[in-house]
């Protein structure tokens, strides 16, 4: 487990070291994730140990949400002087999430629909 730990751990620190050093907009969290998944599939998928931490901390998920819902209540202020530009973009948002998903989805459906060249 301390081992599984570490290997994420490194894969965030090397994201980080990557986005501060480019100067990079992407997140050095969201970078190391792209490179333990590149690491992960060259080797076939996770350890069984890495698999069972991932998991374990996947069922802990919502315990990292608490910081965030106190960060709300901190900048309740803010947040209600700016409540038509986060409602505006929020709701933009998440229709165009709504309609790409969709299109994406009609795509995958046509092409597992088309029929297969008989080879």
Same mark, same amino acid.
């Given at each position: 487990?301390?081992?599984?730990?570490?290997?994420l &751990?490194?894969?965030?620190?090397l994201g #980080?070291?990557?986005a501060?050093?480019l100067?990079? @907009?992407?997140?050095? *969290? /969201?970078?190391?994730?792209?490179?333990? !998944?590149?690491a992960?599939?060259l080797?076939?998928? @996770?350890?069984?140990?890495?698999?069972?931490?991932?998991?374990?901390?996947l069922?802990?998920l919502?315990?990292? !949400? /608490? *910081? $965030?819902?106190t960060? /709300?209540?901190?900048?309740?202020?803010?947040?209600?002087? #700016?409540?038509? *530009?986060? $409602?505006?973009s929020? &709701? &933009?948002?998440?229709?165009?999430?709504?309609?790409?998903s969709a299109? /994406?989805?009609?795509?995958?459906?046509?092409?597992? $629909?088309? @029929?297969?060249d008989a080879?």
């Amino acid at each position: 487990m301390i081992g599984a730990i570490t290997l994420l &751990l490194v894969f965030q620190l090397l994201g #980080e070291v990557i986005a501060r050093t480019l100067a990079l @907009p992407i997140p050095g *969290p /969201v970078i190391g994730m792209a490179l333990l !998944f590149a690491a992960l599939a060259l080797r076939g998928g @996770p350890s069984t140990d890495l698999r069972d931490t991932a998991q374990g901390l996947l069922q802990h998920l919502s315990l990292l !949400f /608490v *910081p $965030a819902g106190t960060g /709300v209540m901190l900048h309740y202020q803010r947040l209600s002087d #700016e409540w038509l *530009p986060l $409602a505006v973009s929020l &709701l &933009l948002s998440t229709a165009l999430t709504i309609g790409l998903s969709a299109l /994406v989805l009609r795509l995958l459906i046509r092409r597992s $629909a088309a @029929p297969k060249d008989a080879s």
